[in-house]
């Protein structure tokens, strides 16, 4: 432009004109777009807010449920209340009317058991009245019974008084008879120096059992005989005892018991209480006093020690023994010494080298045993006296069965130990 040449452009109109129409058509669709968007936004909207009426109706209509679901809850709840009371009141009239009932019904049985009392007592009173009714008839019958027996007992009185009195005269001349005949034969017994069996007196009775110590559940045996027969010897071995022994009886060539002597049996499970009684036939132990003077009535067993003969005072005692009904055991001790005695009797010598010992022993040994029994027999013949055993035993065999052990030679000792068990047994 200023001394130039200017060169002068035409606008392009097709393009300007294609270009307002593309903004034209931009602006249009933007348009669209826009309301189509507003429309989309009101749906939207509309949609969102149907929502909300929808979530809040659904919301009343929940709440309204849950309303009445608590009403109906609630009206449940009283509902079970009501009956609960109800039951209450039908339980509590139900006990009161049963409680009632049990009461009337005790008040009904009370006052049946009362009208059955008093029906019983007046059946009882009338029960009374008719047996006092019948017991005065039969006391009528029985004392006009008894008048009758009272007559006819004194008719019978009469008459047994006249029969007593002949009875009373003819026992007065039998008493008068056999008082004569008893003093006979006691003038008799007393001349042949035995005496006349005495009957002791419950004071002596019961004196002497206080004496020995008489024991309820024990056995007693009394080991009697002379003096000098070997009874406290026999003692020790029934007690399994030696002679030597502490609490052994006391042994002497002269009589050394005096009382008699207690001696419990060691063995704790026996009942046999041995007691040593003192010989007779010394000048401190007469004869004819024996039996009674020693009590020996009150023991329960009695063993008689023999020695080489039979005495008036061995007769003396096993007839007391069988008056008073007490078992006696005739025994015959030191049988070893007898038999060694028959033994250099018959020529045995005690430097024998030919071995015949044994022979000699044997001989001896049934010598001396039939001699004994002969001997014994023959005296409780003449006295009277029926026939029992003798016991022959030896003091060292009889000690060594006590104590459970085997003697080679032995006689009797276990058949007597047997026998007295045996006695024991049968006085229990």
């Known amino acids: 432009m200023g001394g130039g040449h200017s060169h002068h452009i035409e606008p392009d109109w097709g393009a300007i004109h294609a270009q307002q129409q593309a903004e034209a058509r931009a602006r249009a669709v933007a348009e669209a ?23 809040e109706e659904a919301r009343r209509r929940f709440e309204a449920e849950q309303a009445e679901a608590a009403r109906r809850a ?16 039908a339980e509590q009239a139900a006990r009161a009317a049963r409680e009632a009932a049990e009461a009337r019904a005790r008040e009904e049985r009370q006052r049946a058991e009362r009208l059955a009392r008093e029906a019983e007592e007046e059946r009882r009173r009338q029960r009374v009245a008719e047996e006092a009714a019948r017991q005065a008839a039969i006391a ?13 007992e004194e008719n019978r009185r009469l008459q047994a008084e006249r029969e007593a009195a002949e009875r009373a005269a003819r026992k007065a001349a039998e008493e008068a008879r056999q008082a004569q005949a008893a003093r006979e034969e006691a003038e008799k017994q007393l001349r042949e120096g035995t005496r006349p069996v005495v ?15 008489h024991t309820g559940g024990l056995f007693h045996i009394a080991i009697s005989g002379i003096a000098g027969s ?36 060691p063995n704790p499970s026996s009942r046999f209480v041995w007691y040593d009684v003192p010989g007779a036939g010394t000048l401190k132990v007469p004869d004819w006093k024996y039996f009674n003077d020693q009590g020996l009535f009150v023991f329960d067993c009695i063993i ?7 005495t008036a005072t061995d007769v003396a005692i096993l007839s007391n023994a069988k008056c008073f009904g007490i078992p006696a055991f005739i ?20 430097d024998d080298e030919c071995g015949n010992k044994a022979s000699y022993f044997a001989r001896a040994r049934d010598q001396y045993v039939a001699e004994t029994i002969r001997s014994i027999g023959t005296n409780l ?12 035993v030896s003091n060292a065999a009889l000690q060594a069965a006590v104590v459970g052990k085997a003697p080679k030679k032995m006689l009797d000792e276990v058949k007597l130990l047997t026998d007295l068990a045996g006695t024991a047994q049968r006085c229990a």
Do not use: C, W
């Open 33 to 55: 777009a826009r309301r189509e968007a507003e429309r989309a936004a009101q749906a939207a909207r509309a949609e969102a807010e149907r929502l909300m009426r929808e979530a």
């Open 74 to 89: 609630q009206a449940a709840r009283e509902e079970a209340e009501r009956q609960r009371r109800e039951r209450e009141r």
């Open 140 to 152: 009528a019958q029985q004392e006009r019974e008894r008048q009758q027996r009272a007559r006819e």
């Open 199 to 213: 009957t002791p007196t419950p004071e002596e009775y019961s004196a002497f059992r206080t004496k020995i110590q």
């Open 230 to 265: 070997g009874k406290s010897s026999l003692v020790n071995a029934f007690r399994g005892k030696h002679n030597m022994d502490i609490d052994a009886a006391a042994v002497g060539v002269n009589e050394t018991t005096l009382v008699v002597a207690r001696y419990p049996d």
């Open 304 to 310: 008689v020690v023999v020695n080489n003969r039979f």
């Open 331 to 350: 025994v015959r001790s030191k049988a070893d010494q007898h038999i060694r005695n028959l033994m250099k009797d018959i020529g045995y010598e005690s």
């Open 381 to 392: 013949q003449e006295a009277s006296l029926p026939d029992q055993p003798v016991y022959l």
